[in-house]
């Protein structure tokens, strides 16, 4: 067998196998939480939304359209695209280096794990990494000779690009940078049919231009100014590393060594080499510098992809003058970064594996729970039947419920995610926005571990404000905890009047810490346990301690702590300043290893809050 059967051979052995992981993992990975707002969009199909232009909407309704309410059926579009992809490159290697630097090529894109993962999820970057790939294909076709099917091309990759994100604004700028930096480019330029088709591109961006003029550019100023600092960040080092970390080190130094290589002698390679080069190097090195002004709270390693995939063309070729030894190094160590890539999204669609991870800075939150809830919010409306509604506190749990329920139109309150996450202005469009009142009973379902801990206090007196007192909440903890839900029923208005008024002190849930033993210590057999907990509006009246899930002790509870309400300043809990704790845990019987340790909280109103587990590891040595 020849190298170039070999190589064939290669590809659609790795094609085959990870198409079919890919889509085993989407078949039962949860829904991320952005997935699940794009289903609510697609459910309100329009030209456009406030954080993306239509076509990802367009999709998952698609999928849904086709294969039903599951989140396989809203994946599959976005698994289509990307298993094409790689055929793509591979097409366009073969056409400019070879066949078996082009197969080369496309097992590069299967294995890099930021390409080879794509389609798992719904997300615009599909779209917008397959728009990418068309318009450079396009161009170089058009460098070699002007034609009506190369400008079709082009017009095709634009108009996809334009309806997938803001973001392809940056492949357009760098695309005609890269073409006016050539000879040929700029003859390319030149030509009427390549500006239809640029007119055709300039025409797809209308519905998201209408949808800002309409919105007083709510979309534009929070991709470009809101969600980010423009400050100078040293974190933006991190963003090199986990660059290379996420395309594996080997490919990450070969990629550098052909953008290096494009910025060279324009005598040394053809124009279509040095425009892939170019592409590829302008677009990368842009995203690196915009790494250190840019938002770094939020996903942004992906970014760049667009400009790894003209790279990864001219690879195939560099890695022949590598060593053998390094270019096996280079091969595996991409198979085993996608291997850790894809068991994170297997690990995520596992409940119990998902769970082991709950102590760890990985886990991984925006999967998790969202059926767990789902089920605890159906078994709540049958308890409370009749008229009953729902109400999010967020956009996340609204948009998650929704798919869970079948159910689109869940109102959301106000909430910093729904800013944060350029989710506001649509909701007010879908007249989802509310503000609490409601002539019907309602369940509020408030997503606790959305707020930051130190701010959980104020987000409770913020619902107060707005709902009045909360009564007892149903907990629904998730992995440990580590995901925290809690269900309030809202009783209507005629019922209500007969409830606190919302002058009263706000009756929030439970808040607790423990101090002793700390996150992950090692503890004897007999151990104790101490630190602090309250309730707004009632207070506690105990406390009780839990290993794994059970009662093993009784606190001392109404100790003094001062510092607890100097530090929460706006706790009304009448019980301040003692509200400590302290216990003493016999888990002799236990076997040794890792335990998770937690709290029962009982409220002065005979209500009880289970709080979050931590790990200890038990050892029998004391």
């Known amino acids: 067998m020849n190298e170039e059967a070999r190589a064939q051979r ?57 294969g039903g309410q599951h989140v396989l059926a809203i994946r599959m579009p976005f698994l289509l695209l990307a298993a094409l992809l790689p055929w793509l490159l591979a097409g366009i290697g073969t056409r400019w280096f070879g066949a078996v630097a082009g197969w080369r090529a496309g097992m590069l894109v299967l294995l890099m794990p930021l390409s080879g993962s794509l389609g798992i999820m719904a997300v615009p970057d599909v779209p917008l990494a397959f728009a990418t790939v068309l318009c450079l294909d396009a161009g170089a076709r058009l460098l070699r000779q002007i034609d009506a099917a190369g400008a079709a091309e082009l017009a095709l990759g634009l108009v996809i690009g334009a309806l997938s994100h803001y973001r392809f604004v940056g492949v357009i700028g760098v695309g005609f ?136 063309l001219a690879v195939p070729a560099l890695l022949r003058r590598w060593p053998l030894w390094l270019r096996r190094a280079t091969w595996a160590m991409c198979g085993a970064g996608l291997a850790v890539v894809l068991g994170y999204y297997l690990v995520a669609s596992v409940p119990r594996w998902r769970a082991d991870l709950a102590s760890s800075k990985v886990y991984p939150y925006n999967f998790a729970g969202w059926d767990v809830l789902a089920q605890a919010v159906r078994e709540e ?127 929030a849930p439970a808040m607790a810490w423990i101090d002793v033993p700390v996150d992950g210590a090692t503890v004897p057999g007999r151990f104790e346990v101490s630190g602090w907990a309250f309730k707004d509006g009632v207070g506690l009246r105990g406390v009780e301690v839990t290993l794994d899930g059970k009662v093993v002790a009784q606190a001392e509870y109404g100790l003094p702590n001062p510092g607890v309400a100097s530090y929460w300043k706006i706790s009304d809990d009448p019980n301040h300043p003692n509200v400590g704790f302290r216990a003493q845990v016999d888990a002799r019987n236990l076997r040794s290893g890792r335990h998770w340790l937690g709290l029962r909280l009982q409220a002065s109103d005979g209500s009880i809050e289970t709080w979050s587990e931590q790990p200890i590891d038990l050892s029998r040595h004391e």
């Open 10 to 66: 290669t590809f659609l052995t790795l094609w085959v196998c990870l198409t079919v992981i890919k889509i085993l993992i989407a078949a039962r990975l949860p829904l991320f939480v952005d997935e699940a707002f794009y289903w609510q969009e697609g459910r309100h199909l329009a030209a456009a939304y406030s954080d993306l232009p239509g076509l990802t909407a367009w999709m998952t309704r698609l999928g849904t359209a086709i």
């Open 177 to 312: 940078v890269a073409l006016l930096l050539l000879p040929e480019g700029r003859r390319v330029l030149l030509d009427v049919r390549v500006w239809v088709a640029l007119a055709l591109g300039i025409a797809a961006w209308a519905p998201l231009i209408a949808w800002n003029i309409e919105n007083a550019d709510a979309g534009l100023r929070f991709q470009l100014v809101d969600r980010h600092p423009w400050t100078f960040q040293l974190t933006g080092l991190l963003f090199l590393v986990i660059q290379a970390a996420l395309v594996t080190p080997l490919l990450f130094f070969a990629l550098l060594q052909v953008l290096a290589r494009a910025f060279g002698k324009a005598s040394d390679m053809p124009a279509q080499w040095r425009y892939f080069g170019l592409l590829g190097g302008l677009s990368t090195l842009g995203y690196f510098l915009l790494g250190f002004f840019a938002d770094v709270e939020r996903v942004s390693f992906h970014w760049t992809m667009p400009g790894y995939l003209p790279l990864l």
């Open 381 to 507: 409306l049958a308890r409370h039947p009749g008229q009953t509604g729902m109400l999010a506190d967020n956009f996340k749990v609204g948009a998650e419920l929704g798919f869970a329920l079948g159910d689109d139109a869940i109102p959301v309150l106000d909430h910093p995610l729904n800013i944060k996450h350029g989710r506001a202005p649509q909701l007010r469009l879908w007249n989802l926005h509310s503000d609490g009142a409601s002539p019907t009973a309602q369940l509020l379902v408030v997503g606790a571990s959305e707020v930051q801990y130190k701010g959980l206090l104020a987000q409770y007196h913020a619902l107060c404000e707005r709902l009045g007192p909360l009564p007892p909440p149903r907990v629904v903890n998730v992995d440990h905890g580590r995901q925290r839900f809690l269900l309030f029923y809202l009783p209507r208005r005629e019922e209500a009047a007969a409830q606190p008024s919302a002058d009263a002190p706000c009756t």
